[in-house]
């Protein structure tokens, strides 16, 4: 089961009631994920980031409410592959992405860093970079204090991400 945890104006896009129950936990290795709308420019996209590791993926914003699932399973699959992650790893984590449930963002940490990713996408596509791969793909080696190993530590989503798997594969 894969729990996507919608900001105000993600549940709004996709008319999903303001009070959502709780669904409880993702299944997958990565955790649950957070779902936000970024504007660059004139474009609009979707950033989703794993609670987890905080691996992030940018996704086109149209057609949001048939699309979103199928887009983000394609999105990390391409991602954890450039990544270097076994196809088996992959193809685990994918499978439990299915089935999809809504539930509301509340966790700050990773809120408060998606609001960093944000603003690292957008000089990124400034600066004339436009792949989303390629960007989810700067975005994974940046330095993060909220998956540090202890306070004041930095951890990196990529390294985090293929520890997490690699993990589970064994």
Request: aromatic share 4%.
């Amino acid at each position: 089961m894969l729990v996507l945890r919608c900001t105000r104006s993600v549940r709004a896009r996709l008319r999903l009631p303001d009070d959502l129950p709780d669904p409880g936990r993702s299944t997958g290795i990565l955790g649950d994920w957070y779902i936000h709308l970024v504007r660059f420019g004139r474009d609009q996209w979707v950033l989703a980031t794993s609670e987890r590791s905080l691996l992030s993926v940018l996704l086109p914003a149209r057609e949001l409410r048939a699309n979103l699932a199928p887009n983000l399973r394609s999105a990390l699959g391409a991602l954890l592959e450039l990544l270097g992650v076994p196809p088996g790893a992959i193809h685990r984590e994918i499978a439990t992405m299915e089935p999809v449930t809504f539930g509301r963002a509340t966790n700050r940490r990773v809120l408060g860093s998606m609001n960093d990713f944000a603003f690292q996408a957008s000089v990124q596509i400034a600066g004339g970079v436009h792949d989303p791969l390629i960007i989810g793909r700067l975005l994974a080696t940046t330095p993060m204090s909220a998956i540090g190993l202890k306070s004041g530590d930095l951890g990196f989503p990529d390294r985090l991400t293929c520890e997490l798997l690699a993990a589970h594969s064994t």
